[in-house]
């Protein structure tokens, strides 16, 4: 993974919820809050490297992050409360909100309230999830709205590192493709040679050829702008639908809407474990754990 693949991956706020409980609250719903602009992932925990670890590290590589922990889920020797003021006080600028299923009496819910929101100081909420999850999507929906998860971007872009590409034949200069860059549900970027396109501001191109990950789709498209840039020419093009709106065609949307998040969930994944895997053989050669940036 290069260097400026991390980058672009790092950008942006994501949301992490650790320990989730899956049965309250499925890793579904995360494809589903990529519509509405919010990059949200699962953080699991196993044998292998303790979780407040896993919290170090995202929280050093991840810095616009905030993380929700679900405090019903049982860690051997982890208590919840003292965790989390710990990661409080070490990391005080961060962003840090709590799930747990719902509690029988009102007492329990003040009593959790008070410790968490008061006395540890979190800043994201206390969260009651209901029995029954189809309740809780539109309930974390509202937690992650109240809590500027989605950040400066409008649509959640995925960084396109293989398998997406696009091809089109553009007037008087023969067939165009290459390599995406990156994509939303609204734009995509690409990076040709310099002179190799010619295109006006707000040019429309038609009947645009895509493959992501193995999705075949047609659409048109406006150009949006372009930049130099190191090697060659970026161009960001918006969608536009066949009847002239901005945007995808509606089963394109939803076609798409899971590669996105099938890119995006590769590209932390992968970025992550590299770190992970690094910081359990440093701990299990008793070495120093604190540089754990690097992902060569």
């Not at 971007?153 to 390599?179: D, L």
Request: overall charge negative; hydrophobic content about 40%.
């Amino acid at each position: 993974m290069s260097n400026n693949l991390v980058e672009e991956i790092i950008k942006g706020r994501k949301t992490f919820f650790i320990a989730p409980d899956k049965t309250l609250f499925p890793q579904t719903y995360l494809e589903e809050y990529l519509i509405h602009g919010y990059e949200c992932y699962f953080i699991d925990t196993d044998i292998f490297l303790p979780i407040e670890v896993k919290i170090d590290i995202i929280l050093s590589v991840f810095k616009d992050s905030i993380l929700f922990f679900n405090i019903d889920a049982s860690i051997q020797g982890t208590s919840w409360p003292h965790l989390i003021k710990g990661m409080q006080e070490k990391y005080p600028n961060a962003l840090f909100g709590v799930l747990y299923a719902k509690r029988q009496s009102l007492s329990e819910r003040q009593a959790l309230e008070r410790q968490y929101l008061y006395s540890i100081g979190i800043q994201c909420g206390c969260i009651q999830l209901e029995y029954q999850k189809k309740n809780n999507f539109q309930l974390i929906e509202q937690v992650l709205y109240a809590n500027q998860a989605m950040g400066r971007r409008k649509n959640v872009r995925a960084v396109c590192s293989n398998n997406c590409s696009f091809q089109f034949t553009a007037e008087n200069q023969g067939v165009i493709h290459n390599r995406i860059t990156d994509i939303s549900i609204s734009h995509f970027s690409v990076i040709l040679p310099e002179g190799q396109l010619n295109l006006a501001d707000y040019e429309k191109v038609p009947d645009i050829a895509f493959t992501i990950h193995g999705l075949r789709f047609r659409s048109d498209a406006v150009l949006y702008m372009t930049r130099p840039v190191e090697s060659g020419i970026l161009f960001v093009f918006a969608f536009q639908t066949k009847s002239g709106q901005s945007g995808l065609d509606p089963v394109n949307k939803q076609l798409l809407i899971p590669k996105i998040y099938e890119i995006m969930v590769e590209n932390c994944t992968e970025l992550l474990n590299k770190l992970f895997t690094s910081a359990t053989r440093k701990r299990d050669s008793h070495e120093d754990v604190s540089d754990l940036q690097s992902v060569d």
